[in-house]
């Protein structure tokens, strides 16, 4: 009857001074390369998900105005999908020329990305 507890705890022992990094592994961030950039009274945000995706995922887009941490409003939700890996919103609902505040979050997962500021401009593009 010790062999068995004996085998077990020898087992635990070696996985603990040489873990597989198969078990270890921890699985990189959800979203990559998150940008905002100004556009005339919009703003265009772009980011990545990792070729690997196996499930489908909810992303919320969340915009505080004047200062990060002002309140966040969800602007979008966007279905993130497997094989699917670029990804683009434009924002076209600004309400004032001031500076904006944007998030990324992974619904399922809770992971944040962000926040990104820009500044929208409001005067139109010189013809």
Known sequence: MQKPVIFFVGLIFVLFLFPHPALTQ???PTIGDFKVQALYRAAKLTWNVP????DPLSLKILRAASSE???YQEVEVVKLIPGKTAYDYIDKSMGAESMYFYKLVVSETGES????A??????????
């Open 51 to 54: 070729a690997g995706l196996s």
């Open 113 to 116: 990305f962000g926040p990104l």
């Open 118 to 127: 820009t500044r929208p401009y409001f005067s139109p593009p010189a013809t």
């Open 69 to 71: 941490d002002s309140p």
């Open 26 to 28: 921890k699985a990189g």
